[in-house]
């Protein structure tokens, strides 16, 4: 009998799931609030619920006796997945208090202090006037509980902080905001894997930002990623402390990070893969898989090679990129034919002439290649 896999979302973050689910012989379902979106035409079936009303999703999987609960490259839904997986008694890699922990990023700033891993100065708030005595600049903010870069903003003075705080309030559906000191550093992203309480893979990739935009609009992401072996050992041990902190015994972690002079900063981390398909550029130049070994954790239980399972790198001469295609919200999707040359693989979020999504409401992402860096 297939196994059933309830996947939180059908937008463009959850279809590398769907369709390796179903190439793994699952029956796939879908829940969104909306009836919209890529994943919406792959899976076997959808019903329109938000994957933020856990009870709700809770009758759903039980009512289709879903196996594995779970969603990819979405804060929103993994509190979701922990709450129902616990409930029905199917696997899962965080619990529902973990992952709300992790989603919040004023708990989990706070979790960071307290546990001395890269500790920042950040205030949450309310309303403007709970910020009255805040004083660290430069610093950024951004709404307490939201994704995908919505609501960020860089600020420089307190006349920046009054004047962007409405729009970053406005993204965040409990109403509060963080404001943290601003850690000015090359970007990094990391995607570990846990397995029996030991990280057994760990990749570093740099990632790049548009320019000239507020709040680090992502525009791409090169492996490896070029820093030295003494960057590379701090950012490996705080990864490393991070996850014993957490308490992650098993499954995907993904880390946005700085790196300066003094050391490595957490900017941001959840308990899943990322929401850029980095595990395609990974197994393009390593060979493994972070999205068929997560869904085949779930599934069976354990990994064919647990004990810190070697790897190669296939393009030993190459460094490649994952380049995102950014268009304007609102404008019509179109193809930049340089964006098609030299590419290891390429795909599309839109149909030419599709109007683009609304979603940082800056530049948003309508599809990627990874192409050799140079």
Not at 30 to 58: C, M, Q, T
Request: overall charge negative; glycine content about 8%; hydrophobic content about 40%.
């Amino acid at each position: 009998m297939k196994k059933r896999v309830l996947i939180l979302g059908v937008g463009n973050a959850q279809v590398d799931a769907i369709r390796h689910c179903k190439e793994l012989g699952c029956e796939v379902f879908g829940v969104s609030y909306r009836s919209e979106g890529r994943g919406l035409a792959l899976v076997d079936h959808f019903e329109r619920i938000n994957i933020v009303d856990k009870p709700a999703v809770l009758d759903h999987a039980r009512r289709i006796d879903a196996d594995v609960i779970y969603s990819v490259g979405s804060d929103l839904a993994m509190p979701t997945a922990g709450y129902v997986s616990e409930r029905l008694g199917k696997p899962f890699f965080v619990s529902e208090a973990i992952a709300g922990l992790m989603q919040n990023k004023g708990l989990m700033r706070g979790f960071l202090r307290d546990n001395d891993l890269s500790p920042v100065p950040f205030q949450v708030a309310g309303s403007l006037g709970e910020l009255a005595d805040w004083d660290i600049f430069p610093a950024i903010i951004k709404p307490l509980d939201s994704q995908g870069q919505r609501g960020v903003f860089e600020l420089s003075d307190t006349s920046e902080l009054e004047r962007n705080f409405t729009a970053s309030q406005s993204f965040s559906r409990t109403g509060q905001v963080i404001v943290e000191r601003y850690i000015d550093g090359p970007e990094l992203s990391v995607n570990a894997f846990v397995y029996n309480d030991e990280i057994i893979y760990s990749f570093t990739t740099d990632r790049h930002v548009v320019e000239g935009l507020p709040g680090g609009i992502v525009s791409g992401h090169s492996i490896p990623a070029g820093i030295d072996d003494e960057v590379r050992g701090r950012v490996d041990r705080l990864v490393e402390e991070v996850v014993r902190a957490l308490g992650i015994h098993n499954g995907p972690v993904y880390f946005q990070l700085k790196y300066t002079d003094p050391g490595a900063f957490v900017i941001e981390v959840a308990p899943r893969l990322d929401g850029c398909h980095i595990w395609r550029l990974i197994k393009l130049k390593y060979g493994v898989d972070l999205l068929d070994l997560t869904f085949r954790l779930l599934l069976e239980g354990s990994l064919p090679s647990p004990q810190c399972p070697e790897y190669t790198d296939l393009l030993p001469e190459q460094e490649l990129q994952l380049e995102f295609l950014l268009q304007e919200p609102f404008s019509r999707f179109r193809i930049d034919e340089r964006f098609t040359r030299r590419t290891f693989y390429e795909e599309h979020y839109y149909r030419p002439g599709d109007e683009v999504r609304a979603i940082n409401e800056q530049m948003e992402k309508t599809g990627y290649r990874i192409k050799p860096e140079r």
